[in-house]
Each structure stands twice: as C-alpha cells, then as structure tokens.
T-cell receptor, first 114, second 112 residues
Framework: AQKVTQAQTEISVVEKEDVTLDCVYETRDTTYYLFWYKQPPSGELVFLIRRNSFDEQNEISGRYSWNFQKSTSSFNFTITASQVVDSAVYFCALSGGRSEKLVFGKGTKLTVNP | DTEVTQTPKHLVMGMTNKKSLKCEQHMGHRAMYWYKQKAKKPPELMFVYSYEKLSINESVPSRFSPECPNSSLLNLHLHALQPEDSALYLC???????????FGSGTRLTVV
C-alpha cells in the first residue's frame, strides 16, 4: 500500500522567513512519482513539481526548492523568503508504478503573516 | 488550452434533486478523474476513466454516477444525495499518471 505522511498540520511564519514542509512516503513500487500541489483558498490544486524515483537531483525554481532523498523516503519542500501569497494548503502526493491513483498526504496549511 | 474546466462552480441541491457536474479538457489527455474533498481533508479518489472506459471505482455509493461521453468530457450525475455528500468535487486529467495531473477549480456542492 502507498502512503504519504505530512506530519506538520499547520505552520505559521512571518514574511521573509524560510519554511520547510516535510513529506515522507511509503511504497513498494520501484518506479514511483512524487508531486507537490498548492491549494489556495479558491480551491484549485496547482501543480508545483513532479519527481520520479530515479531522479534524486534536488530542484530549485525561484524561491521554491525540493529535496528528494530515497534513503529516508522523504521529499521536502522549502520556500525561501516566504511571502503572504504563499499562504495555502500544500499537498505532497504519490503515484506508483502503473497505478492511476494519486495518493495525497493530509496537507500542511501554511500561513505567512505580514 | 492547458486547463480543466468544471461547471458549475457552486451548486446547492436538495436531497431529492438530480443534478450533474461537468468537466472538460482539451489537452488530449487520455485519463480523467473525479476526486471528492471534504473541508480540511485531502482529495479522495472516486472514479478514473481511461480511454473513456471506467477503470477505477473506489466503492463509491450508487447515488454518484459517472459518465464519459467522449475523451474530452466527464460528467458526474448526482441523485438522492445526503448532507454529508457536501464537499468540493474536483476533476482532473492526465496523459499518463507519471506526468502529473491537471486539476480543475472544482465544484462546491452543498446538499440541503
């Protein structure tokens, strides 16, 4: 069975602080895909990144960076110099092998205060 | 066009009503999905259509009836719903699951 754990339910920071959102996953598949989605109050799920199990390179996109470590089954997400517009619920998700299913973690609600 | 369009955005229906949610994509994606999201919870998979055929039904009650008329359209027919079915219903599409999913903005359903 596949499982995604986001242990942080809510995080509150002050603008310009760096913040890291944790994601730990479980899967028996050797080929799998990890995702991060952002869900603002409007409700739409916004795709942020996809990483496959064979690519452990970290990635940086502007203020966003992702740290994928297979050894610890983690795929953490860091926002540098956070802004109020980053306030949202962030979901880590996993799909494995040929499965059509996308399994979500419970989400982390990030609040960035001015 | 890189969007998944869902209509209506908001829907209030009585427990005896019949209504339908609609989802449309023009990205040529072969798979389409319905997810249900309760407040402060993650999305939960309901149905998957692959090449217009139902491939996954996550033991969803029969008062929810999906339909895929063609490769671009996905409907969710609702009948005799309960107040606990009130939720955000999200549609998504993908070319293959490994490439990621594009989600619509959802329909907020309230059953009264």
């Amino acid at each position: 069975a596949q499982k995604v754990t986001q242990a942080q339910t809510e995080i509150s920071v002050v603008e310009k602080e760096d913040v890291t959102l944790d994601c730990v996953y479980e899967t028996r598949d050797t080929t799998y895909y990890l995702f991060w989605y952002k869900q603002p109050p409007s409700g739409e799920l916004v795709f942020l990144i996809r990483r496959n199990s064979f690519d452990e390179q970290n990635e940086i996109s502007g203020r966003y960076s992702w740290n994928f470590q297979k050894s610890t089954s983690s795929f953490n997400f860091t926002i540098t110099a956070s802004q109020v517009v980053d306030s949202a619920v962030y979901f880590c998700a996993l799909s494995g092998g040929r499965s059509e299913k996308l399994v979500f973690g419970k989400g982390t609600k990030l609040t960035v205060n001015p | 066009d890189t969007e998944v369009t869902q209509t209506p955005k908001h829907l209030v229906m009585g427990m005896t009503n019949k209504k339908s949610l609609k989802c449309e994509q023009h990205m040529g994606h072969r798979a389409m999905y319905w997810y249900k999201q309760k407040a402060k919870k993650p999305p939960e998979l309901m149905f998957v259509y692959s090449y217009e055929k139902l491939s996954i039904n996550e033991s969803v009650p029969s008062r929810f009836s999906p339909e895929c008329p063609n490769s671009s359209l996905l409907n969710l027919h609702l009948h005799a719903l309960q107040p606990e079915d009130s939720a955000l219903y999200l549609c998504a599409s993908s070319q293959v699951s490994s490439f990621g999913y594009t989600f619509g903005s959802g329909t907020r359903l309230t059953v009264v």
